[in-house]
């Protein structure tokens, strides 16, 4: 049996190497390496396949949120609105444009924001409200929408997890990152569609925010060496939007195969004591760019993990703390689920590689572990 990781890049690697190395030989022997035709392509790409007007490529997940706020271009101390249980890129980018990330809890069944609980902390400072498309599927946009429209805030959302997950009520339709005023996502390497190193995108429909990211992300320029606006340094190397490129036309049998994996998984475990399978929302599809279980207490979590770990199964705490509680973003909040949910969550190997053998394996020792612990 091959070796288990969270995410198999090598093995995903040797099933495309042809594709990828083709088209990263392209660009070598073009030598655009800076916003050459690779970059162009991916961007239009996705703009079709996400029916988006504009993508903006940019360097990675989190200098897309620093440019989406960065254009939104609000008055320092603006507060916006976005869930404690999550990464914390939302939370640094908000704190280093002098902003403040006013922290909401999230449902402890889906792990998403929970939209009941905004209205409350709305105040006559809140500007935006940030929602994070947490392991694969959507915050409940409509209601979010609807909210937002009401007070006259900004949506932006943080589709890092959830690129290709689909919003679909009676009310409204959209894929992650589309439906509200910006979107962002990531293409980290372990991120269900990801380049060779770091990567990132923002989407929106908004003509006169698209032009603002686009200058912005390329030091404030709309004109070569004519700097209108403050920017960053922050493009997609057309080597990795090449990679991209090689990739994308899989993504959706990458999403197939999780979706099986996912399912392995519920079968097995739905019946084990003292562990929780994740709950779908009815609202979005689930492209599970992770696939998190809760146990019924933060040892038995600590256990399992340990366990896994003896016999080489690697799981991951995403998240182990609520971000107000990390030292950088510190603030005096209280929100018991988020909390809750940091002790008790853990996330399994998925990938497309995973190997039924593999996930046999993984399965086989959780119920071990449970076994044992009875
Ligand atoms: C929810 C979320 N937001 C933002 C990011 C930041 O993306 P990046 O690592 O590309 O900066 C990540 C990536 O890990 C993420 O998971």
Redesign the pocket.
Known sequence: MRSIKMVDLQAQYARLSSEIDQAMKEVLLQGDFIQGSAVKQLESALSERYQVKHVISCA??????QLAFMALDLPKGSEIITPAF??A??AEVLLLLELKPVFVEVDPSTFLLDVSLVEALITENTRAIAP???YGQMVSMEPLLALAKKHNLFVVE?A??AIGSQYCTPGEHGFAGTMGHIG?T???PS?NLGCFG???AIFTNDDDLAQRLRSMANHGQTVKYQHDVLGLNSRLDTLQAAILMAKLPHLHDFEKSRRAVAARYDEALSALDGLKIPDRTVDSSHVFHQYTITCETAAMRNALKKYLAEHEIPSMIYYPRPLYLQTAYQQVVNLPISEDLCNRVLSLPICPELDPEQQDYIIHNIQNFIQKSQ
């Open positions: 990675n997940g989190t200098d897309a949120l999550s990464y890129a939302l994070v498309h947490l943080d890092a997890q962002t990531s293409f980290f991120k770091d990567g990132g």
